[in-house]
T-cell receptor
Framework: DAKTTQPPSMDCAEGRAANLPCNHSTISGNEYVYWYRQIHSQGPQYIIHGLKNNETNEMASLIITEDRKSSTLILPHATLRDTAVYYCIVRATNTGNQFYFGTGTSLTVIP | SQTIHQWPATLVQPVGSPLSLECTVEGTSNPNLYWYRQAAGRGLQLLFYSVGIGQISSEVPQNLSASRPQDRQFILSSKKLLLSDSGFYLC???????????FGEGSRLTVL
């Protein structure tokens, strides 16, 4: 079962930063936070992951709170192509390698 | 580089008919493989995963089964489809370095 809670939907103006929250209050010390996104009728695409430090790559930034009970995915300059469902997943590396996806946040970037 | 392929891309089947969806991975060896299903308007549900040839773990009891006859081949099957089996089926493999999942193009199944 998914161990994360995300808002079902969000809007963001094109060119502005999109901040997608995720709650994972029962996260364990060895569990990483992963973010994926799924554009309609395609397979999910990996975005970023982290353990406790903030992470940044060419797609996004991941901010994890100090207590690790929540995180925020930041798309710094949202474009129309960022419209997708965004999934936040917690996963430990020693639990048989399962990824459990919740229902995610449907982000709509508005022109 | 690694690639993953699924087929068929689209399938329309009558209730009670059999099913076989195939997934193959190229460019890697002994990958962890996964089958997910996404019903219309829903999130992804993990159905099966496999850590090696002949090793299958089932997450949800149902009329589906999975097999891994070769290292880079993962097959999803059913003997008799139900209406509730309709959905978007996704195969994935796990990258060894970062543990991220790489998904195939998906197979859309409609059971009538």
């Amino acid at each position: 079962d998914a161990k994360t809670t995300q808002p079902p939907s969000m809007d963001c103006a094109e060119g502005r930063a999109a901040n997608l929250p995720c709650n994972h209050s029962t996260i364990s010390g060895n569990e990483y936070v992963y973010w994926y996104r799924q554009i309609h009728s395609q397979g999910p695409q990996y975005i970023i992951h982290g353990l406790k430090n903030n992470e940044t790559n060419e797609m996004a930034s991941l901010i994890i709170t100090e207590d690790r009970k929540s995180s925020t995915l930041i798309l710094p300059h949202a474009t129309l192509r960022d419209t997708a469902v965004y999934y936040c997943i917690v996963r430990a590396t020693n639990t048989g390698n399962q990824f459990y996806f919740g229902t995610g946040t449907s982000l709509t970037v508005i022109p | 580089s690694q690639t993953i392929h699924q087929w068929p891309a689209t399938l329309v089947q009558p209730v009670g008919s059999p099913l076989s969806l195939e997934c193959t991975v190229e460019g890697t060896s002994n990958p962890n493989l996964y089958w997910y299903r996404q019903a219309a308007g829903r999130g992804l549900q993990l159905l099966f995963y496999s850590v090696g040839i002949g090793q299958i773990s089932s997450e949800v009891p149902q009329n589906l089964s999975a097999s891994r006859p070769q290292d880079r081949q993962f097959i999803l099957s059913s003997k008799k489809l139900l209406l509730s089996d309709s959905g978007f089926y996704l195969c994935a493999w796990m990258g060894p370095l970062t543990g991220e999942l790489f998904f195939g193009e998906g197979s859309r199944l409609t059971v009538l």
